[in-house]
């Protein structure tokens, strides 16, 4: 056959619109995509059985249910718990990546020596025997010299029966040295001392209360049980309930609320006795209750003589019909609850505005009242048996606390805060010092000296899950089992105005060759043997925690909590003027470190509850959520007004150096026209220098740029911010 | 069968998301993640290639201290119905590796099928489409809690938010199980509107008096399902893509940055029509 043009033509012109009609290309494209994407190094998840396990989330102390899924054996979504009294099946960025923190790649995996320098990142592994010597010996060794008052402890709280046993130990051992990480909830127990007279949990009825006063709380923020207090905050938009919100900044909360003031950051117990000064001049208070009340004259004498409106205002940058009507609205709502504790209220803060906010509560009379504030007595579950203590304990315990609380500052329980200063200056010194569930040399303020502090401490060991900066910083780390994978109560949540106690279970078996820390701490006893020993009867944490559970057990097997159906309110003679109030005479806002001629600006932080800046770092999914506005590869933003960036030759993402008397960090800049002129705003978590390369140097830690001022009657640290400069590079 | 199928009433899910109670707090966009094996990379702070199918946006109303205001806009996929089903995306997908469901008015996205041409991409109004630039890696021991019913996808196709149809299929697996054909309100949600702890995502079916969605957004389904709650809109609705995401807000700010208005535009005349 000759093939000649026109067949030739006919063959491939009427070959390709048979082809385009066929199937064959659309198939061809599909294959290829399917055999393109076949490789072996895309994981394809085993399938297996489903089930769920129920469990209680400790990330935060917020106290939230969640629910597990399971498949086969692997965790594989973290979910809230339905029908948990806190969150009701809400949970929050944290406490949906917590299988990230569970099989994630900064976990401790056995028991470590340190070989290298301190910090330096050389490990030797040892098996829990060796470790468990290792601090047993050293112990020993300094219970012999008769100094066991040198060892320190640091805990996240001081409440559950973890943190007990850490109290127990040290106790037993000769030392009164227990430390807790620093929290607003210092200041509220503080104040719940100073003025009610009682020891006692502070509880907020937010549900109940129809007029907020929040002198800067993050009530969307994370402050209090973060998912607790989001769903308060949609019921009160629902029921139409107003949020008023103090703060010199425009955060989610005061986004969010009915009215934000911005306000002079350090004036606000300066507003609470202005408004005080509205409601006693009007009279509209309870006067009949309130008039006869334990050193209210005093505190009248003080709000009208110190008070009025018109130098509140100049105190505050508040205009004066604002504080006004502010006033006004407070007194005449029916459930009116000024809430304090700024951001997540991870400082403890000014105990001044802490006393002069809840002289506000009791002024409009809402105290142990529906929508107002609780003083809760904290179930009392853990009722150990007494023990003896041997002659070197004894002498030990008589000993005054390294951090002076208690002595220098009677209120105060635990000052980590001055801890540093102590050790630094030379007046004090700890030979050991023991971490658990906590990260000082991250999350106190001004890191440095921390840091400083610790490195003078010869023998540090760490109870850590994970590689933080405290336990890379260790001489010795013993890691505890992360939540998923051990018992442990969840004592009531912050704020919550009813008792509830949390069992969390083990919803997976340990990953790896770690403990839980009340193992750790019950075999370190025994080996110590003699009283120390004697004073921890129980074989295992476990066997110790369903002791203290006692008959609760079951039912928090089964239910995962347990509500304390006879909350107790504790109830005292309300004392109006405080100590604490005197110094309130002539106002002086909290003073900062620095001058305002080298440093023209002020930084303050700023909390998000996309960031956590407590002792868990931040696992990948929740640093993947924080805007390009706050972390730009890596290097944090600061927020700044367009006028006072103006005035510093300063533009929207250029680069600068923020310099505070305390140190000095590379950022950039957001121009942000919800921050008062004159501010520079930093998130909270960033800047760690541990963990994995997911989180480590991202950003500048605000700790490290921060000092602290010691409050003068609580002794904790009432510093809101640093004076602070941004120069160009 | 046949008689089946007949009786069977279409669905069309859809969201409302009510931005006065949204915090911003991006539990939408971890409870999504953590749901659908989506992968995370070093660096994410470059938002245009960093994979989130749920993004929360921060809206600003442009106005100067003290008379500045924020609001935070969940997006997921808006699953558009289009004219009939003709989303942006599907109409423009050379691979048919996208879809639209006329029977759960959910746009599908089939990895397998996709070839990276990323024209859908292109196609989509509302940036809701991410291209896998990179073979994802999970780090040593973090595959344990990839969910089996979502596949992990690879280097070079797109990817985007599908409603957790997996979801659906479980449910519909259950229902189907016990004899039933239809799904109760609840059986069906998905991951962000379960996790949200602020409660302010609503999901169901936009056909369903029932549903809550249907008594928020109060959908006039006649006409593409523009919204019938004078608070309520949608994003670029003069688009006429038809989302089924629709919006609560009782700020007037907030509403008109749903779409490009002229300074001096009457925003409530797009419902007026």
Known sequence: MKIGRRSFLSFVIGGAAGTAISPLPWKLTDDSSIWSQNWPWTPVPPDGEYSQVNSICTLCPGGCGITVRKVDNRAVKIEGMKGHPVNDGGICVMGLSGLQLLYGPTRVKTPLKRVGKRGEGKWEKISWNEAISEVTEKLAEIRAQGEPHTVGSIVNSDRGTVPNLFRRFLTAYGSPNYMTMPSMQDSYNMTMQLMQGVTAQVGFDAENADYILSFGSGIIDGWGSPVRMFKANSAWKVDGKKVVQIEPRLSNTAAKSDEWIPIKPGTEAALALGIANVVIMESLYDKENIDSQFGFDAFKELVLNGYSVEKVSNITGIKSATIVSLAKNFAQASNPLAICGKGQGSTPGSLNEFVAVHALNALVGNINKNGGVWALSDTDYIKWPEFDLDSIAENGMQKERIDGAGSEYPHAKSLLNRLPEVINSGDGFLEAIFVADANPLYSMPDSKAIKEAFDSIPFIVSFSSYMDETASNADLILPNHVYLERYEDVPTPVGLQKNIIGLAKPVVKPQFNTKNVGDSLILIAKALGGSVANAFPWDSYDACLEETLGSKWDLLEENRFWSDSNSKVVTGEFNFYPDAMKSLTNFSPVSIEGSTISFPLVLIPYDSIRLANGYIGNPPFVIKTVEDTVLKGKTACVEINPKSAKEFGLTEGRSAILHTPRGKAKVKIHLYEGIMPGLVALARGLGHTAYDKYLTDKGCNLNELIGMTEDPVSGLDAAWGIRARLTKV | ?273
Request: hydrophobic residues 30%; neutral net charge.
């Open chain 2, 1 to 273: 069968m046949k008689e089946e199928g007949k009786h069977k009433k279409a669905k069309k899910y859809g969201m409302v998301i009510n931005l006065d109670e949204c915090t911003g707090c991006g539990a939408c966009m971890v409870a999504c993640m953590a749901e659908n094996n989506v992968p995370f990379r070093e660096d994410e702070s470059n938002k245009l290639d960093s994979i989130a199918w749920m993004r929360v946006y921060k809206l600003t109303n442009g106005k100067s201290y003290p008379d500045a205001d924020i609001c935070y806009l969940p997006r997921p996929c808006m699953h558009c119905e289009g004219d009939h089903g003709h989303s942006p995306c599907v109409s423009v997908c050379p691979a048919t590796a996208t879809d639209y469901s006329h029977e759960t008015g959910i746009v599908s996205q089939i990895y397998t099928r996709c070839f990276g041409c990323r024209y859908c991409m292109g196609a989509c109004p509302y940036h809701a489409r991410y291209f896998n630039w990179w073979d994802p890696v999970w780090p040593e021991g973090t595959t344990k809690y990839l969910n089996p019913n979502v596949s992990p996808r690879m280097r070079g196709v797109v990817e985007k938010c599908s409603f957790c149809f997996h979801r659906y299929q479980l449910a519909m697996d259950k229902a189907y199980f016990e004899g039933r054909a239809e799904l109760e309100e609840d059986e069906y949600q998905t991951s962000c509107t379960q996790a949200c702890p602020a409660g302010a995502i609503t999901f169901g079916d936009l056909n369903n008096p029932e549903h809550k969605v249907y008594q928020l957004a109060k959908p006039d389904n006649k006409h593409g399902g523009r919204p019938g709650n004078p608070n309520v809109f949608r994003l670029l609705e003069r688009l006429g893509t038809n989302p089924k995401v629709y919006y609560i807000s009782s700020r007037e700010w907030v509403r008109r940055a749903g779409d490009n208005y002229l300074d001096n535009e009457d925003f409530a005349k797009n419902y007026r029509r």
